[in-house]
């Protein structure tokens, strides 16, 4: 409405100011002598302008009233009293109409061109969709009003690989059937297509509960499958829902928030969610470790540390578990709980446990020509120990070092080991065969805790951190005792790992636990304070 009353107001304003200038061109001609004079060519500005602006119709209108204007009434020469000939008038009455038509005709045939392009600019998939560059346009014309509004993002996830298998025109009829099912629930919607499965919509006048309720509604409505045509499909519907309230932002990012919304929640299931600017910072916190993981072993960002396990059937340190850090100098620290996980998701995990075991392999043997002698853990995880590639390659490398196998393990948490994997116990097989110790960590965390210990080749468990805390539950204190009694009963070792007391290390002492690593003892050591450590342990400073 608005924009309506703007533009009724231009239109008024400039047909005003015409009427006044060629009211003020024919004055002008008349005071200058006549139309024999040249000022009578000024006449064109305003046909020409009047093109511009109305077109064809616009300009034959005011070429009309001009050509009266310096017609019958004009004189030729005023100075000397002579009359113009109605041949005279009538020949520029039809120049001026004759080049508004041509004029406004061009002008005309210009602005439906541009009207064209303008549309294509800003057309969306369907009808009655405008695309991003419209939406980032009408983002900012909101926000510049001061407007509050909603906004909307709908991705159909797996309407690409649906559309693999079927004809495009049932994929359109897919998005077309949600997009009108979600338009129902609303009113005063503006529509937007991204791609062929996303889509934005744009809304006022609704309250936040009632858009969660009412996007919660339309969920649900997908969690039976779709028919279209004879097809019947299952459909993940993410949505992303973020309210604009004023606060100063820019259109892009109001839009990516929108996105960043549906982002939350499992993928695989459909959902509906408001903006989380802490989801957003961990997504961003996340892009960032990806992106740089691979450059900070390059430059050197990355280092090892060791954490001394003790032997408390011979009272010393026989072992040391290699961990991981990393160095982000001026940026916020994270820890191995963090990168770890999403080196393996992308990928780069392969590049970090080699950086892991070649900087292991150099500290192994500083410390050996020290005299230290110990069984360094690395942790391994199920996709390297699967890649044949890799264990060649670790391999190759140890035999390169002309190293004893026996003074290494493999430590693999329980929760990657799975009854149906052959492959992956056939490869520890092999390892074991060759010298390594095969470590299984975080033990009796896993769903096949029983499976593990009967079926998995090993040499040491190690009991997890949540059972030691809980080791004074006299519930907790018997599992632990029998999970101690049974892997020595089939000849394995146990090494009870996050113990942070006294009391926690004398109970496991008890209960003939074989090895201990925690913080009582120590944290994880650089390799200089490792080998101090080592060098000057002595048990009785703990008992």
């Known amino acids: 409405m608005k924009?309506?009353?703007?533009?009724?107001?231009?239109?008024?304003?400039?047909?005003?100011?015409?009427?006044?200038?060629?009211?003020?061109?024919?004055?002008?001609?008349?005071?200058?002598?006549?139309?024999?004079?040249?000022?009578?060519?000024?006449?064109?500005?305003?046909?020409?302008?009047?093109?511009?602006?109305?077109?064809?119709?616009?300009?034959?209108?005011?070429?009309?009233?001009?050509?009266?204007?310096?017609g019958p009434f004009m004189p030729l020469d005023r100075f000397h009293n002579i009359s113009q000939t109605p041949e005279n008038w009538l020949i520029r009455m039809i120049l001026?109409?004759?080049?508004?038509?041509?004029?406004?005709?061009?002008?005309?045939?210009?602005?439906?061109?541009?009207?064209?392009?303008?549309?294509?600019?800003?057309?969306?998939?369907?009808?009655?969709?405008?695309?991003?560059?419209?939406?980032?346009?009408?983002?900012?014309?909101?926000?510049d009003e001061n407007d509050s509004f909603d906004i909307i993002f709908i991705n159909i996830s797996n309407l690409e690989d649906i559309s693999k298998y079927v004809k495009y025109s049932i994929t359109t009829d897919i998005a077309k059937d949600c997009l009108n099912k979600l338009e129902s629930y609303f009113s005063n919607v503006q529509k937007y297509s991204i791609?062929?499965?996303?889509?934005?919509?744009?809304?006022?006048?609704?309250?936040?509960?009632?858009i969660d309720l009412k996007l919660?509604?339309?969920?649900?409505?997908?969690?039976?499958?779709?028919?279209?045509?004879e097809y019947l499909f299952k459909l993940i519907i993410k949505i992303g829902f973020v309210k604009y309230n004023g606060v100063k932002t820019n259109a892009i990012e109001l839009f990516n928030k929108a996105r960043i919304a549906a982002d939350q929640g499992e993928p695989t299931k459909s959902g509906s969610y408001n903006y989380d600017n802490d989801f957003e910072e961990e997504q961003k916190l996340y892009n960032d470790i990806s992106g740089s993981l691979n450059s900070a072993i390059a430059n050197k960002e990355m280092y090892t540390v060791f954490q001394p396990i003790i032997d408390i059937n011979e009272n010393k340190i026989t072992n040391a578990e290699i961990l991981i850090r990393w160095n982000r100098s001026d940026k916020k620290p994270i820890g191995p709980n963090i990168f770890i996980p999403i080196a393996e998701e992308t990928g780069?995990?392969?590049?970090?446990?080699?950086?892991?075991?070649?900087?292991?392999?150099?500290?192994?043997?500083?410390?050996?020509?020290?005299?230290?002698?110990?069984?360094?853990?690395?942790?391994?995880?199920?996709?390297?120990?699967?890649?044949?590639?890799?264990i060649q390659w670790a391999l190759k490398y140890f035999n390169i070092k002309n190293l004893n196998l026996n003074d290494f393990g493999i430590e693999i948490t329980e929760r990657v080991l799975s009854k149906d994997n052959t492959k992956l116990n056939n490869v520890l097989k092999y390892l074991k065969n060759q010298g390594f110790d095969i470590e299984i960590d975080d033990f009796g965390t896993g769903y096949n805790s029983l499976m593990t210990i009967g079926e998995i080749p090993f040499n040491i468990i190690k009991i997890d951190k949540y059972?030691?805390?809980?080791?004074?539950?006299?519930?907790?204190?018997?599992?632990?005792?029998?999970?101690?009694?049974?892997?020595?009963?089939?000849?394995?070792?146990?090494?009870?790992?996050?113990?942070?007391?006294?009391?926690?290390?004398?109970?496991?002492?008890?209960?003939?636990?074989?090895?201990?690593?925690?913080y009582y003892f120590s944290k994880p050591l650089l390799a200089e304070d490792f080998y101090d450590y080592c060098s000057s342990f002595d048990i009785k400073k703990y008992e």
């Open 96 to 143: 001026y109409l004759g080049i508004a038509w041509v004029v406004g005709y061009i002008f005309s045939k210009n602005n439906k061109y541009q009207k064209i392009i303008k549309d294509n600019f800003s057309k969306g998939q369907f009808d009655g969709f405008y695309n991003t560059n419209k939406l980032i346009i009408d983002l900012n014309k909101l926000m």
């Open 467 to 518: 059972f030691i805390d809980r080791i004074f539950d006299n519930g907790i204190k018997t599992i632990i005792e029998h999970i101690i009694n049974a892997i020595h009963e089939i000849g394995g070792q146990v090494i009870a790992e996050g113990v942070e007391t006294k009391e926690q290390y004398l109970i496991l002492r008890h209960l003939k636990c074989d090895k201990i690593q925690g």
């Open 216 to 229: 919660f509604n339309y969920v649900q409505s997908f969690n039976n499958s779709v028919k279209i045509d």
């Open 195 to 210: 791609t062929t499965a996303e889509y934005i919509f744009i809304i006022k006048n609704e309250a936040p509960e009632l």
């Open 348 to 390: 780069s995990i392969k590049v970090l446990t080699k950086w892991i075991i070649i900087s292991t392999i150099k500290h192994y043997l500083i410390f050996k020509e020290k005299g230290l002698n110990l069984t360094y853990s690395i942790n391994v995880s199920a996709n390297e120990l699967l890649d044949e590639d890799f």
């Open 3 to 70: 924009t309506l009353k703007k533009t009724i107001f231009t239109d008024f304003a400039l047909g005003l100011i015409f009427v006044v200038a060629c009211i003020g061109i024919t004055f002008f001609v008349y005071y200058t002598g006549g139309t024999s004079t040249a000022w009578a060519q000024l006449n064109y500005i305003p046909i020409f302008a009047a093109a511009y602006l109305w077109g064809q119709k616009g300009s034959l209108i005011i070429s009309f009233l001009l050509g009266l204007m310096v």
